[in-house]
């Protein structure tokens, strides 16, 4: 069963690519830095959704909207994540995110 095992919020102290929304970025626990660079276009952000959701609320990070954006981060597609739309707090999120037994 997928779940949220780690949960850190950082201020930023710019803004990074421009962006004035909240990023919440979600971490496969294990992944080599290899996998990270093959698989950042493929992820199943769809399955990854609910759980990042029920984190947000868990920490009290509100949000109008959650969108995925495979340039979440700075203006090239290295960084996806979720930006929290309606959220102008100067933070990023970091999740990570591991299968573990039910």
Sequence with gaps: MLTITEATT???????????????????KGETLMENLAERYARPYEAWRPLVEAKLKELGIGY??????????CTCPCS???????????????????????
């Design 80 to 102: 996806p994540g979720f930006v929290l739309r309606g959220n102008t707090r100067r933070i990023s999120v970091s999740m990570t995110l591991e299968d573990v037994a039910a």
């Design 64 to 73: 109008e909207k959650l969108a995925w954006r495979q340039r979440a981060g």
């Design 10 to 28: 950082r201020e930023r102290s710019y803004d990074e690519a421009g962006r004035r929304e909240v990023v919440a970025y979600v971490w496969p």
